[in-house]
């Protein structure tokens, strides 16, 4: 009597932040609810902030599971030589340098170590960042795919500036890319800037584009519907396939019940968020989160802080310090004086947030997440970018899906108080406010048809997970040494 199939197993490699770990695991909820076996495998810093996160989870566990699916997506981790959780903040380079040199031995000792249990890998999933994966999976024999988390734009234009950089010297004029609106100075992904600060990503996404040549699949997290124009322009983009938008499922009307619903927070979230806003009248509270990585100066705190005060509308802040402080730079006695108008919160569930009733508009960083995640939930939306790919995604929130309003920073770098007033009114009582609710409203109908069964992005999943199964399940045994050229 011959034994059943193996399920294919996949695993996923992210870079350790908060905007990379969520789409992955995103993604391999989606997988795993289509039968697939999936491993999320990342650092044992973000490992054990994820799960510590979790109130709910099982502390003996390394997995994440979603009722009444009998499967797990397993946590696993590789060493990237700060296994203690060395806070390398302030020297980016250095870390993303030692990452490179320990992340493929120990990625790799992973994958020959899962095999010996009997779990060997199908198919190896990167996603930006992390190129070396890629040689890790073809060492191994393992058939590779990438997830690329941004916007298809975002691709067009990374990959334009990898053929002629020269093409995005600042000239004061409009950048020309097929597909795309024309693009000024302040749109441009902050990594294609002449005055980029961190070459080392630039050459990280260079050497992904090079790598991902082998790859046997590339993936979107976006949809058809959303970027029709820039896919059915630029050839090469329609050779990858979208699978977005890789939110929450409670976001595309799916309930916690009966689907996946996995969250890679690596902060816990502070208690009451969702009672206070329960306690708040319907299309009334501005809620401000400028994501987890970058922060802004106390001084622009400043600015936004006494224009919510002077506003008297209700409000919810995300205001997360540096890692390793606690000042989050807010004006003293603002939090206090504040107190029956608003909350200001270190981290909460964001999906929770957009989806709630209370909400009227999202004062956002516009990374690529939140971008999806607010046009999911139908909320519109006032644009503050701050660097990589949110100065784009900010350009077509406003200008393309007509969502929002856009911030202008001042001659002095910053955003004064006036024009965060101005953006609050227009988008939250001016004349546009019903129409950027309207648009959000139509954008969250398409993105939630586009990830329902047999929607464009449903299809392309299934459509991998067929070949998937297609494939022999044990790969070629690698060199026993765990090294990788």
């Avoid at 709910?56 to 566990?61: F, V, W």
């Avoid at 690329?148 to 990959?159: E, F, H, N, T």
């Avoid at 299809?459 to 026993?480: G, K, M, T, Y």
Wanted: charged residues 20%.
């Amino acid at each position: 009597m011959t034994s059943p199939p193996r399920r294919p197993h996949v695993m996923l490699v992210a870079f350790a932040a908060q905007g990379h770990l969520n789409p992955m695991l995103q993604f391999a909820g989606r997988l795993a609810a289509k039968g697939v076996d999936v491993t999320l495998a990342s650092t044992q810093d973000a490992r054990d902030r994820m799960l510590s996160a979790r109130r709910d989870h099982d502390q003996a566990a390394a997995s994440m599971t979603a009722a009444p699916r009998q499967v797990n997506i397993e946590i696993e981790s590789f060493s990237d030589g700060y296994d203690h959780g060395g806070d390398v903040t302030f020297d980016i380079i250095r870390y993303m340098n030692q990452l490179g040199a320990a992340g493929p031995p120990n990625l790799t000792e992973l994958i020959l170590e899962l095999g010996r249990r009997g779990r060997p890998i199908t198919c190896l999933v990167n996603n930006p960042f992390v190129p070396w994966v890629l040689d890790v999976g073809a060492r191994l024999g393992i058939p590779c795919a990438t997830l690329w988390i941004q916007s298809y734009a975002l691709y067009a234009m990374y990959r334009s500036h990898h053929q002629d950089p020269s093409r995005f010297e600042e000239n004061g004029s409009h950048l020309t890319i097929p597909g795309l609106p024309p693009i000024r100075t302040e749109d441009l992904p902050s990594l294609v800037r002449a005055d980029n600060p961190y070459q080392i990503f630039t050459r990280l996404l260079a050497e992904q584009f090079e790598k991902m040549k082998a790859n046997r699949w590339v993936f979107a997290n976006s949809i058809a519907e959303l970027e029709s124009e820039i896919i059915e322009t630029v050839a090469e983009l329609q050779h990858i396939k979208p699978v977005g938008p890789l939110v929450p499922v409670t976001l595309l009307g799916q309930s916690k019940s009966d689907s996946w619903n996995v969250r890679a927070d690596m902060w816990a979230a502070e208690p009451d968020c969702l009672g206070w806003l329960d306690r708040q009248a319907d299309n009334s509270v501005i809620y401000i989160s400028l994501g987890s990585f970058a922060t802004v100066s106390a001084e622009q705190m400043a600015e936004l802080a006494w224009v919510l005060k002077n506003s008297k509308v209700p409000f919810l802040w995300v205001a997360k310090p540096k890692r390793g402080e606690s000042d989050v730079g807010l004006p003293e006695g603002f939090v206090e004086e504040t107190s029956d108008q608003g909350r200001v919160v270190s981290w909460c569930p964001q999906t929770d947030v957009l989806e709630h009733q209370a909400l009227a508009a999202f004062l956002t960083h516009c990374g690529w997440n939140s971008t999806l995640e607010t046009l999911s939930a139908g909320v519109p939306v006032i644009a503050f970018p701050q660097w990589t790919d949110q100065p784009t995604n900010a350009k077509f929130l406003v200008d393309v899906f007509r969502v929002g309003v856009r911030l202008q920073v001042g001659p002095n770098g910053l955003v004064s108080r006036e024009e965060f007033e101005r953006c609050r009114r227009e988008l939250m009582t001016g004349e546009i406010a019903g129409e950027m609710r309207k648009n959000a409203q139509r954008w969250k109908s398409v993105l939630r048809t586009a990830a329902a069964d047999g929607g464009s992005s449903d299809r392309n999943i299934q459509e991998f997970v067929d070949e998937l199964i297609s494939l022999d399940p044990q790969p070629e045994s690698a060199d026993p040494s765990g090294q990788v050229n």
